[in-house]
């Protein structure tokens, strides 16, 4: 199949570029580099030292024999050329993760607030124009997040996008419905998923396109085995207060032996996969879409869920560390269970990497392997989600 990966040298894209590439897919890259100049605006950077797209590709090259196109394009920004490119190399399938994917960043200013919103939705929204106006039926599989949903449920395990409901009409008749599971988003980033998932919902029901949204939860671990096959290909690992995320950060920290930074009580529930995970899923989905005129294929792309304070126990357990509870620079709720269904992707062929297998070799492979890059300066999580809660502020 011919595959373009809108985003292939992020966190997610950089490993399923290359797991693609290796089932024998022929694989574009389109990427504008906007993580890495990010690492400069923040004076933060990978854990792990990631080189250069060029060296990349080269390495990736030697290493399989086999070619990765790259194209420098902002997908939110340049549609004329997006559009070119479709229709020049008339790809099979898009997998699209070229979006702003940190909620701290998306809350740190208003400036952040507005490059989020304008980075995310236009690239989203110029993929689908682009699709429909190359009259080309091309699959789109985009990754979405967990938090579309919120958190929380009535007890209830959160469905695969759809809400089964039943409204009472005025005749007094039962009608049964299936509706998106209602939007709660909990950062600014997260909300521009939720619209994401509207763009698409409409695309599907007014064009017919074919259209797979994961709602992914949080990413841990480093390498899949092709990152693996050769230290040039390495993933990228973040830990700083913005990008760096929950399970990655305990690891890291406690390579240097920095109190693992629980938020609040660390009563809140999330739901985790492993990038191997991940990159297995794109595949899964891609290779399985819906058919034409089909409602959107949401899929929940997790294995397991765990609360913040029970992770960083494992943590400080298996690698010796100590725990701080710290302020919340959030607004989320303190304690949440969650309970969610993924049976999709088990049905697919999912086989997950659980963390009690995996943990132990991140913690040795990578956080202590690398610890010596590490700026400590970096760790603490300062952007806050309100007003109030910015240092210096007097509660109102
Ligand atoms: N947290 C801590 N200590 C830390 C960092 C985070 O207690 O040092 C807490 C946060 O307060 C939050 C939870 O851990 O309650 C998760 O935070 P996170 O930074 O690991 O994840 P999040 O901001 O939710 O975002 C990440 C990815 C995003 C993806 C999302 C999936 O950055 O792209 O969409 O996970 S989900 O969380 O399921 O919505």
């Known amino acids: 199949m011919k595959v373009f990966i809108l985003g292939g040298d992020g966190f997610c894209g950089w490993p399923t570029s290359l797991h693609l590439s290796n089932l024998g897919h022929d694989i574009t890259i389109l990427d504008n580099l906007s993580r890495r100049n990010i690492d400069n605006e923040l004076e933060a950077g990978s854990l792990t ?7 990349r590709l080269k390495a990736w090259h030697e290493q399989s024999g086999r070619t990765i196109n790259f194209v420098n394009i902002n997908v939110a920004e340049e549609y004329d050329r997006l559009l070119q490119l479709i229709k020049d190399e008339q790809p099979d399938s898009i997998v699209h993760f070229a979006e702003q994917r940190a909620a701290p960043y998306s809350m740190k200013s208003s400036a952040h607030k507005r490059y989020t919103v304008d980075n995310n939705l236009n690239a989203t929204h110029n993929t689908l124009a682009a ?17 579309v949903y919120g958190y929380g449920t009535a007890g209830m395990k959160i469905p695969e996008g759809y809400l089964p409901i039943e409204v009472t009409t005025d005749d007094g008749d039962k009608v049964q419905q299936e509706i998106l599971y209602p939007a709660n988003p909990g950062s600014i980033y997260h909300m521009t998923k939720t619209q994401d998932q509207l763009f698409f919902a409409y695309y599907a029901k007014n064009d017919h396109l074919r259209i797979t949204d994961l709602h992914q939860g949080i990413v841990w671990g480093t390498n899949t085995q092709e990152t693996n096959s050769d230290e040039r290909l390495i993933n990228r690992f973040d830990y700083d207060g913005d990008y760096g995320t929950v399970l990655n950060r305990f690891l890291m920290q406690a390579a240097v032996d920095y109190p693992l930074t629980v938020h609040g009580t660390g009563g809140q529930t999330r739901a985790f996969i492993h990038i191997q995970d991940t990159v297995r899923c794109i595949q899964l989905a891609i290779e399985n879409p819906p058919t034409r005129g089909e409602r959107v294929k949401i899929l929940n792309q997790m294995t397991e869920t765990h609360r913040i304070r029970d992770l960083a126990q494992i943590v400080a357990r298996i690698a010796n560390a100590e725990v701080a509870n710290v302020p919340n620079p959030r607004n989320e709720d303190a304690e949440n269970d969650l309970h969610v269904k993924n049976d999709l992707f088990l049905d697919l062929g999912l086989n997950p990497t659980t963390l009690e297998e995996g943990l132990l070799e991140e913690v040795t492979q990578i956080a202590r392997k690398y610890k010596d890059r590490a700026d400590k300066n970096k760790i603490p999580a300062t952007s806050t989600w309100t007003q109030k809660q910015k240092p210096g502020i007097p509660d109102a």
């Open 49 to 55: 030292p990631i080189t250069p797209m060029g060296t």
């Open 131 to 147: 699709i429909v106006e190359s009259g080309l039926d091309i699959h789109l599989t985009h990754l979405g997040t967990m938090g």
